[in-house]
């Protein structure tokens, strides 16, 4: 297979180049480097030869969709995002250019080269909305009614893949991802908790809790995702949206005990005044995902931040 990643070099992009090399695919990434980093793609590279081929290029550029047309892939994977809520309030207008336009820019180009099928990444965090707790964990029965910039930016994505496929024949399933962590995440991203969490353990630095901690998320290996994003890929689930997540509540008290657990530490978190507009709960059903997909979450959270903590320790030396 021919596949083409948008944000290719970026944490959960560069794990599915990854794999998809592992598997000795065909492999075209796109990226900006605005977030993404080139190191990410260092094993990839010394692995792949010349199977694997570095365009730095920006999805907002009309250029892009020449670019993506003319390496002819037959999947492309659709992860080059801004991916910061409180970026999209502040700036809507570069959130959609980006979010909106560089998503238009990218399927365009995946029509124009024959494409077999595109993957869309979305947010199972933001197109919900603020769901009622009775209704936890979601599944994508729950009405979408985003109240982010970069929430309904992602619900407009999947709107337009749809669109494609009745329009163009072009297949399309859009994964909307929970709380995504694993090695390389960036530790100053918005949902960054657990990359933050582990780099001051390991420094010896106080870890900070907003609110009581009480708050949960559906925290989801990025391992697993990239499962996720490979079984997709391939001729199921044509035309949906699908949760990619855990099912599960994790407060962050739990997550900060159980990677404090990990790393040794003893001490007990610093606890700040609750952010303002920060969700109580979060939780994805993930039952549509193992019925299309045959999909399901294998690492669990002691494993996964271990390998975490693990990754930031082989850094910093």
């Not at 492309?76 to 809520?85: G, I, K, R």
């Not at 994964?175 to 995504?180: H, I, K, R, Y």
């Not at 059903?285 to 299309?292: C, I, N």
């Amino acid at each position: 297979m021919r596949a083409l990643v948008t944000g290719g070099a970026g944490f959960i992009g560069s794990h599915l180049v990854d794999r998809l090399i592992a598997e000795d695919h065909e492999v075209v990434v796109v990226d900006n480097f605005s977030s993404g980093k080139p190191a990410n793609l260092a094993a990839a590279a010394a692995a792949a030869g010349t199977r694997l081929v570095v365009h730095e290029a920006d999805i907002r550029d009309d250029s892009v969709t020449g670019l993506i047309a003319n390496e002819s892939p037959e999947v492309v994977f659709h992860l080059a995002a801004q991916a910061d809520v409180r970026v999209s309030v502040a700036r809507p207008v570069f959130d959609a250019e980006v979010n909106v336009i560089g998503t238009l820019r990218v399927l365009e180009g995946a029509r124009q080269g024959g494409a077999r099928k595109v993957v869309f990444t979305s947010s199972g965090g933001t197109i919900y909305g603020e769901p009622d707790v009775a209704a936890l964990p979601v599944d994508e029965t729950y009405p979408q009614h985003p109240v982010s910039p970069y929430g309904v930016a992602k619900k407009v994505g999947a709107d337009y893949l749809f669109a494609y496929g009745v329009l163009h024949g072009l297949a399309g399933t859009s994964l909307a991802l929970a709380n995504v962590y694993g090695p390389r995440q960036d530790p100053h991203g918005e949902a960054g908790v657990v990359a933050i969490f582990a780099g001051r353990l390991l420094a010896g630095e106080a870890c900070t809790v907003f609110g009581d901690g009480d708050q949960t998320r559906d925290f989801v290996e990025v391992s697993d995702v990239v499962d996720a994003f490979v079984r997709a890929g391939g001729d199921l689930a044509s035309g949906l949206v699908i949760n990619i997540g855990t099912g599960r509540e994790t407060s962050v008290n739990e997550l900060y005990e159980t990677m404090a657990q990990a790393a040794g530490v003893d001490a007990a978190p610093v606890f700040a005044p609750a952010r303002v507009g920060e969700l109580a709960r979060s939780a994805l059903a993930v039952g549509l995902a193992q019925r299309e997909l045959g999909w399901a979450p294998v690492v669990a959270l002691p494993e996964g931040t271990r390998r975490v903590i693990d990754w930031f320790a082989a850094e910093a030396r």
